[in-house]
């Protein structure tokens, strides 16, 4: 018998064998249900209307819901109507609404097909969860109506006139608009069970704070960080080197509205200096890539290069001094701003001289290149502020920290965002610290708690720990030996000053990526963390899948998913698609290619079965299904303990 001083908390709760049996019963029942669908999702890159419209659709998963209920029962175009409608209720409604040519009584008997059609469609998402649940997803004022509705029986001759009079009265009230909508958002709630995201929510896509709004309202999600996540994420720590690549990515993808109108980021300043100290400077390689285009916050393009090329010389004189504060990061390679000859506008490297495409410096003393002017200085003490008392990035932040780790390992799927870095043999790489060396599982968990005390901890308890955590930050985001980074080494300075030296720029991936393909490997990495290779899978993003080159996102014979398929619009033209979703249901494991976004167009992704479940997958074999077992088990305990007499029962 358990403890009995549990056992007596327990009974608090079911305080008689009668409300102990009868949650037996319900939660024995619930485990014989089938799995809820979890959808995975990877390097969103802020491009919110293409996530957004993923998340409404389901994936195309309620695109194909509506095939296979109404079949040729509903024409193509009708079908394609009911979708975006689901999709997007408000909209097409308010559509509907301003169309005054439409006589009332047309718009009544649309209104009455419109409803009967969503609660079929309803019933059919519905189908896999008990009736408790969907009451509790359902918005309160018409949870009554919709649970009558969603549990007819035309058979019945005695409700027949019931249910006709429920759909009746809701439109002769003219509440028609709010309970269709009421409907759309249902669905749309049923049909995503679960979210996890891996990784990279952040940079180049216009609205990363759109997305993160979109997931905070989301009802079940978790997050494994991204390097690109870890980079705001160590902004908002403080981290100056973290905020100047910050900024220098959004200036360079003309992320203004992000950065001004979503984050309340005051770059005035910078921009002031920018203008100041390259008045005459044309600034050509620093120019943006106008992917988007900024609704609230537009910045001249001209501007927007002298922004980005000041931010950029100031990244690298920050990153410099992380370097040479942190021998341990063995970055000295980096270091080229030291290696530059200001006189000829070339720098070395490995011995070689290279001609540089920019070569006008005016803030770099030569023989201190590393120092930040006194005008820099007080630049970054002003975005530092104003990066870390930004009410909607502390928001934003903190729930990443909440909802977010570095890995997760969730009914048999090992989820993270880069890789588990490996050596030239295929043995998991070490990582040296100042708290000692880790590696596979290991340096994971321990960078876990890096990140919090980053975030977290007290700089008054230990300030030196508190620090070096923030300094961490930094590397994580670009170190060799980072599992969120997953490459030699990071070739900002390439990229910037010498584009037309291909090799240079060239970052080679960790040689996890070679051996994680083979299906041995996979498989050493999931015994790593405790999973059983004949039943798991490791699903990860970072690397997208160049689709149109013939590239497969499933390897390792199955064990291994790569679902960054390029939905930022930056890689439409590497990959050819716009990214995957990878959907786990009960019968099996399925891909979701997605088409490049076009607001109003067809979007519905091309949906592929990869592996088909062995048996259906019930909630008992799952992880939350291990929980209700424990939970009966106790209330077994319990009824033991009344029966005994150990503890009391109360009626």
């Known amino acids: 018998m358990r403890d009995i001083e549990y056992l007596r908390l327990l009974s608090k709760e079911f305080p008689n064998s009668r409300k102990a049996a009868a949650e037996i019963i319900n939660l024995r029942a619930i485990c014989a249900l089938p799995k809820g669908t979890e959808y995975f999702f990877s390097d969103i890159h802020g491009e919110y209307e293409a996530f957004s419209h993923l998340l409404r659709s389901s994936s195309g998963i309620i695109r194909a819901k509506i095939e296979e209920t109404f079949g040729n029962m509903m024409s193509e175009s009708d079908q394609l109507q009911l979708a975006n409608l689901i999709y997007y209720p408000r909209e097409v409604i308010s559509g509907i609404r301003h169309d005054a040519t439409i006589p009332e009584k047309v718009l009544q008997e649309h209104q009455k097909i419109t409803i009967n059609r969503l609660i079929s469609i309803c019933r059919v998402v519905s189908s896999k969860y008990t009736r408790s649940k969907v009451r509790k997803k359902m918005p309160a004022d018409y949870a009554y109506a919709i649970d009558e509705l969603l549990h007819l029986d035309m058979n019945d001759p005695n409700k027949k006139l019931y249910y006709s009079e429920i759909v009746n009265g809701i439109i002769e009230i003219d509440f028609a608009d709010e309970f269709i909508i009421a409907l759309c958002e249902l669905i749309q709630n049923l049909t995503i069970d679960s979210l996890h995201i891996i990784g990279d929510i952040f940079d180049r896509g216009a609205r990363p704070d759109l997305v993160m709004e979109e997931l905070m309202n989301f009802h079940d999600v978790d997050i494994q960080w991204g390097n690109h996540d870890i980079d705001w994420m160590g902004a908002a720590c403080g981290n100056t080197a973290c905020i100047a690549n910050v900024l220098r990515i959004g200036t360079s993808y003309n992320s203004f509205d992000a950065l001004e109108d979503g984050y309340g980021i005051n770059l005035r300043p910078l921009s002031m200096f920018a203008a100041e100290v390259y008045r005459d400077d044309p600034c ?90 006194e005008a820099e200085e ?274």
């Open 378 to 651: 007080e630049l970054m003490r002003t975005l530092q502020l104003s990066f870390i008392h930004s009410r909607v990035l502390i928001r934003h932040v903190q729930f990443l920290y909440s909802h977010g780790a570095m890995y997760r390992s969730i009914n048999n799927n090992l989820l993270y965002h880069g890789c588990i870095p490996m050596d030239e043999q295929g043995n998991f790489d070490t990582m040296n610290t100042p708290d000692g060396s880790f590696s596979g599982k290991e340096l994971m968990d321990y960078l876990n708690i890096k990140i919090h005390d980053a975030y977290f901890l007290d700089p008054r308890d230990d300030p030196e720990k508190k620090q070096d955590a923030v300094d961490l930050m930094w590397y994580l985001w670009c170190g060799p030996k980072s599992p969120l980074f997953g490459k030699d080494r990071i070739t900002t300075f390439e990229h910037l000053f010498l584009k037309h030296e291909k090799e240079l720029c060239k970052e080679n991936f960790n040689s996890y990526y070679k051996f994680s393909s083979m299906e041995a490997y996979a498989d050493k990495i999931l015994r790593e963390f405790g999973l059983d290779p004949e039943w798991a899978h490791i699903i990860n993003g970072h690397v997208p899948v160049e689709t149109m080159k013939g590239e497969s996102p499933v390897k390792a014979n199955g064990k291994l998913y790569i679902i960054d398929g390029g939905i930022s619009k930056a890689y439409h033209e590497k990959t050819g698609i716009a990214g995957y979703t990878l959907i786990y249901n009960s019968n099996h494991l399925a891909l979701a290619q997605h088409k490049p976004f076009v607001k109003g167009g067809e979007n519905t992704p091309a949906i592929q079965m990869t592996e088909k479940s062995r048996k259906r997958i019930l909630v008992r074999d799952t992880d939350i299904g291990k929980n209700l077992q424990q939970q009966i088990d106790d209330l077994k305990d319990l009824l033991k303990a009344f029966e005994s007499g150990a503890i009391r029962e109360k009626n």
């Open 284 to 373: 050509e390689c620093f120019r943006p890539h106008l992917l988007d285009k900024n609704k609230y916050d537009s910045v001249n393009p001209k501007l927007a290069a002298k922004m980005c090329k000041a931010i950029s010389i100031i990244q690298l004189k920050l990153e410099g001094q992380l370097i040479k504060k942190h021998p341990e990061y063995g970055l000295e390679e980096r270091l080229l701003l030291d290696k530059i000859d200001y006189e000829t506008g070339e720098v070395t490297i490995d011995g070689k001289r290279y001609k540089l495409n920019d070569t006008n410096f005016p803030t770099i003393d030569p023989k201190d290149p590393y120092r930040l002017t």
